[in-house]
Nanobody, 123 residues
């Protein structure tokens, strides 16, 4: 029922920054956990970060901790992923997903997924 729509991807040099946005369509994100996942060609989808409705509880994959920051603005029905110090291995399609009741690193717990936005980090 809560359909995420991602934006903000693009091409950036190593060491640069991007901010991804995830906006809700259909209804608001009220009460929903929102997570970011990514998938590179030929690889499995992996967890990146998640945030609860209040914004007070966050979780990050070890590979991005200290470089990425997840936040949300509930008044704007939007979740953000600020990505700093980007590395070539961060290149992937980034997906935003929502879960009604579970804050989890497991993709199976998320009910609604966006179409993804491409992030490419050059050397």
């Amino acid at each position: 029922q809560v359909q995420p729509v991602e934006s903000g991807g693009g091409l950036v040099q190593a060491g640069g920054s991007l901010r991804l946005s995830c906006a809700a369509s259909g209804r608001t994100f009220t009460g929903y956990v929102v997570g970011w996942f990514r998938q590179a060609p030929g690889k499995e989808r992996e967890f990146v970060a998640t945030i609860n409705w209040s914004g007070q509880a966050t979780d990050y994959a070890d590979s991005v901790k200290g470089r990425f920051t997840i936040s949300r603005d509930n008044a704007k029905n939007t979740v953000y992923l600020q990505m700093n110090s980007l590395k070539p291995e961060d290149s992937a399609i980034y997906y935003c997903a929502s879960a009604a009741a579970i804050r989890s690193r497991q993709a199976v717990h998320y009910d609604y997924w966006g179409q993804g936005t491409q992030v490419t980090v050059s050397s």
